[in-house]
């Protein structure tokens, strides 16, 4: 593969996490320098060590705290930062507290970026990229509403008030969609005094492949335990969500909101996904993968019912973006392919405790 010419440095946080890791790949396969973000040096080292065909294209900058604006002043000390991908945010379906645990630390985070651009880039930032989410676009209190395609016109019509109150999925939902009403409302507010302008991905589930694969099952993200759950179980899942986004796709749609003219992707967002069911995803990896036929229930195999789930149309990313969408069987044998992975390490790690 020949070396893609230099795009110039870039800002990327949340690399270590599951999207971020291949955010990163993609920029840099496609010619950015990277310097991400990370709390540790030890935590910035690892996530390094995972590209080492682009040390000389990689750097890092430790910011303790996302939501104190100081933390950001040194990414940008040497004044080489032209574009900013903000994919860090809290996940968490389990708060103890909505405000302390999701709220707060989602808000804060995504507009204290947008002042970190505007304070310390010197002018040289052009654009930010933001991880959102299907939660943030789609209507909870209306079901799976048959017959209506969700599209990024929409909104989760959630308040303040309704999150601090809600129940834990339909809080996580809420941050999200508080989160990116708070970024859009700030480049309102700030959007003249700035250089740079403000795009959004919006994907459902993810799944696909990870840069590289946690050690650990304990390590994996919320949507991908989804279907590592599905692993000797007795039952295909029946419906939940209907839509989800490979890992690759995400990234890419990432890199080239980053990277589009302006006019093109500036002030956008961008619904990134295809639908989704958990019996096309068993189907294909069961007829892919000799593992995947002897571990994953067959369900009733072709069948992709309910017909009535949320139907989105993701074609904007396809259109203005160039992003090219895989197939469901392909996003499902690279993801089993790596869930067996973990489940072997871990348990030979176990036989090998057990006769130590």
């Known amino acids: 593969m020949a070396t893609p010419q230099p795009k110039g440095t870039i800002l990327v946080t949340g690399a270590g996490g599951y999207v971020g890791g291949q955010i990163v790949r993609e920029a840099l396969e496609s010619g950015f320098n990277v310097r991400i973000t990370a709390r540790t040096e030890s935590s ?8 080492p065909s682009f040390a000389s294209a990689l750097s890092y900058t430790l910011v303790p705290d996302m939501t104190i604006l100081e933390s950001y002043a040194p990414a940008f000390a040497d004044g080489a930062i ?3 991908i903000h994919s860090a945010s809290p996940v968490n379906f389990s708060p103890q507290d909505n405000v302390r645990d999701l709220l707060d630390p989602a808000i804060k985070g995504a507009t204290t970026i947008l002042e970190a651009a505007r304070r310390f880039g010197r002018g040289k930032v052009r654009r930010v990229v933001v991880t959102s989410s299907f939660a943030a ?21 959630v308040t303040w008030e309704g999150a601090v109150t809600a129940q834990k999925l339909t809080a996580y939902m809420a941050s999200k969609t508080l989160a990116e009403r708070a ?9 003249d005094d700035v250089a740079f302008t403000l795009a959004t991905i919006c994907p459902p589930w993810v799944f696909g492949p990870y840069v590289r694969a946690p050690a650990t099952r304990a ?3 919320e949507s991908v335990l989804l279907l590592d759950d599905i692993v000797d179980g007795a039952a ?6 209907g839509g989800y986004a490979d890992s690759r796709e995400v990234a890419a749609a ?15 967002r961008f ?3 295809q639908n989704f069911r958990y019996q096309a995803a068993v189907d294909g990896a069961r007829e892919a993968l000799p593992e995947a036929r002897a571990r994953l229930p067959v369900g009733k195999p072709g069948d992709r019912s309910p017909e009535d789930a949320h139907r989105f149309d993701g074609s904007k990313a396809a259109r203005v973006l160039g992003v090219e969408y895989g197939t469901l069987k392909d996003t499902a044998v690279e993801t089993y392919k790596q869930l067996f992975e973990i489940r072997k390490l871990e348990r030979e790690e176990e036989e090998a405790k057990a006769k130590a």
């Open 44 to 51: 910035a080292t690892r996530t390094i060590s995972n590209y």
């Open 82 to 84: 032209e574009g900013i």
């Open 137 to 157: 676009v789609v209507d909870p209190e209306k079901g799976v509403r048959p017959g209506y395609t969700y599209d990024e016109k929409d909104w989760n019509p």
């Open 183 to 191: 970024m859009w409302r700030w480049m309102d507010e700030h959007g």
């Open 219 to 221: 390590a994996l993200s």
């Open 236 to 241: 295909v899942p029946p419906f939940d969500y």
């Open 254 to 268: 990432h890199v080239r909101a980053l990277e589009a003219p302006d006019g093109v992707a500036g002030g956008q």
């Open 271 to 273: 619904l990134v996904g």
